[in-house]
């Protein structure tokens, strides 16, 4: 009877990533923020904001999942996400659409490690977790493609029937995900949890917990090579590329019911990215793959930055499929290279390094694209990870034919 349990468990989290990938707003959701009258800049302040929540949150709510149930954890995530979309829809100024975000900052936090520790456990009950990887790709794929094929009737819906119809539409899927979430069945927990009197960790606990993983990441240079690699890289890519490159397609002809169809070939590019990181690891190793990421990327931006015709989208497609690669290699690297006892601590470092990236680039991008325009934002997108490229092919010659070969780190002391 558990068996099948845990089988419904895999089947019931593929349903609830496929309805979480009903967003139809995504795809004019900068577009919509500028007709409600939100600049560039303000743009900015507003992923600043989110960044900010996410960091305050990451390690209690981590904490939250592990000490409650993470079905009822991932739940409350779900439920405070919807509100991201159903306040958009009566938010006329600045202050709304920071609210709207705070709520999704919170419903990421919370969402953050939940599903996947569901999965795991799961497959480990059914002694089948050997299976994480491949499953974890399937999943992604489905959602990318889902979130693609989505993004095209959004962008023909908003083309037709008005902005704002598409954060209607958004908001469908979510009470029958919420439904689905409850009905999982949450496996045993492997590991005891202390009794303490509260559920949230303290703010001591915390900053010990944060001091402790930050002097694990100093005893390996390459360790940390690659947690800041995957930052900088993900606070472009998501933070900026992701987010703000629709900015870009009207300026340069693109009409809004095409959004959909870009949208889809990012989608779908970023998928298949995560199914040729492995075997693209394999062929050419880490060393060679990140330098060319760094190097075609920064070309790509750079080009999108001076784009003057429709077709040179591709630009920003090529880069976002590029920088796409870079996830399941730097996650498969850090968890290859560490024992079971750092992987939240890692987790929660490489979330924060990622996060203040964000910050930074973001500041940088927002300054410069409502200075001038915001093709200057994707110029200096590009001039950041050139001067990052320098600084990366540096360390190479440091480190010299080591590569990235690191011992495997031993046990820490754990958090009284």
């Known amino acids: 009877m558990e068996k099948k349990k845990y089988e419904s468990n895999i089947k019931k989290i593929f349903v609830i990533m496929f309805l979480k990938s009903l967003i139809f707003a ?65 938010a006329y100024n600045f202050k709304m659409f920071v609210l709207a975000f705070i709520l999704a900052a919170i419903g990421s936090s919370l969402k953050s490690g939940t599903w996947d520790s569901i999965l795991y456990e799961s497959l480990n009950k059914l002694e089948r977790k050997d299976e994480y990887e491949k499953l974890r790709g399937y999943i992604k794929f489905l959602d990318y493609t889902s979130s693609g094929i989505v993004g095209i009737f959004g962008g023909y819906i908003a083309y037709r029937y008005g902005l704002v119809t598409n954060y209607w539409l958004s908001l469908i899927a979510t009470p029958f995900a919420i439904l689905i979430c409850l009905s999982i069945y949450e496996p045993n927990k492997r590991r005891k949890i202390r009794k303490e009197k509260s559920i949230i960790l303290n703010g001591s606990q915390i900053f010990r917990w944060i001091k402790e993983a930050i002097s694990v990441i100093k005893k390996s240079e390459n360790l940390f090579r690659v947690i800041f690699y995957s930052g900088i890289i993900g606070a472009i890519l998501y933070g900026q590329l992701h987010e703000m490159g629709s900015l870009i397609f009207k300026e340069i002809g693109i009409p809004i019911y095409m959004f959909g169809y870009i949208g889809f070939v990012i989608t779908l590019l970023g998928g298949l990215s995560g199914v040729l990181s492995a075997k693209l690891k394999i062929k050419f190793g880490y060393k060679t793959i990140f330098r060319s990421i760094l190097i ?120 009284k």
């Open 26 to 90: 995504y795809v004019i959701e900068r577009i919509f923020a500028m007709e409600r009258g939100i600049t560039v800049l303000q743009m900015q302040y507003i992923l600043i904001i989110f960044s900010i929540v996410s960091i305050i949150l990451e390690i209690p709510c981590g904490v939250l999942a592990d000490k409650w149930k993470r079905k009822y954890v991932w739940t409350l995530g779900i439920f405070f996400s919807f509100f991201e979309f159903f306040i958009c829809i009566f």
């Open 296 to 415: 075609l990327s920064t070309i790509s931006i750079f080009m999108f930055s001076n784009a003057k015709y429709s077709w040179e989208v591709v630009y920003l497609m090529i880069a976002i499929f590029l920088m796409e690669l870079v996830s399941p290699l730097t996650s498969g690297y850090i968890h290859n290279h560490i024992t079971d006892d750092y992987r939240a601590t890692i987790s929660s470092v490489e979330a924060f390094i990622m996060n203040g990236l964000t910050i930074v680039v973001g500041l940088a991008f927002g300054y410069f694209a409502n200075k001038s325009s915001v093709f200057e934002g994707f110029l200096i997108l590009s001039i950041i990870l050139c001067l990052y490229t320098v600084i990366f092919f540096i360390q190479d010659i440091r480190v010299g034919n080591g590569g990235f070969k690191i011992k495997k780190l031993v046990k820490i002391t754990k958090i």
